[in-house]
């Protein structure tokens, strides 16, 4: 199994396809905290970060957006006082790909290093 924190993004300018649940499945243990949605026919994942306060969820979320940057793929990211809810999918496959996945990973890596007690998005979501 390829380890998604190794990998990087490579670049959709159309033509790619979505991830197949099966693939999303043998990659969710690498992931396990973040939730799968749909929203208006394009799978989604999501995860909630809770911090001790907004100075921290700031900082967060400018790690993330550091790395999205760098990455070239870019998230829709809510920042609130104490917590931010990430959420990745591809609009050129209209749903997830690798890159998602990798981006998830990636995020869970910024959130270990700022010291976060994170939750999932709700218990009644289906996991990644």
């Known amino acids: 199994m390829t380890d998604l924190a190794q990998q990087k993004c490579v670049p959709c300018n159309g033509g790619e396809v979505a991830i197949t649940p099966a693939e999303i499945a043998a990659f969710q243990p690498q992931i396990p905290d973040w939730c799968q949605f749909e929203v208006n026919g394009e799978q989604r994942i999501e995860r909630l970060y809770q911090f001790k306060d907004f100075q921290t969820a700031l900082a967060f979320t400018n790690a993330v957006g550091e790395l999205a940057e760098a990455q070239a793929h870019h998230p829709a990211i809510l920042t609130e006082w104490g917590k931010v809810t990430v959420t ?18 990636k ?18 979501s289906p996991r990644v």
Do not use: F
């Open 88 to 105: 990745w999918w591809t609009h050129t496959v209209g749903g997830l790909h690798l890159n998602d996945l990798i981006m998830a990973k």
């Open 107 to 124: 995020t869970d890596s910024i959130a270990k290093q700022l010291t976060v007690d994170s939750d999932s998005r709700s218990s009644d």
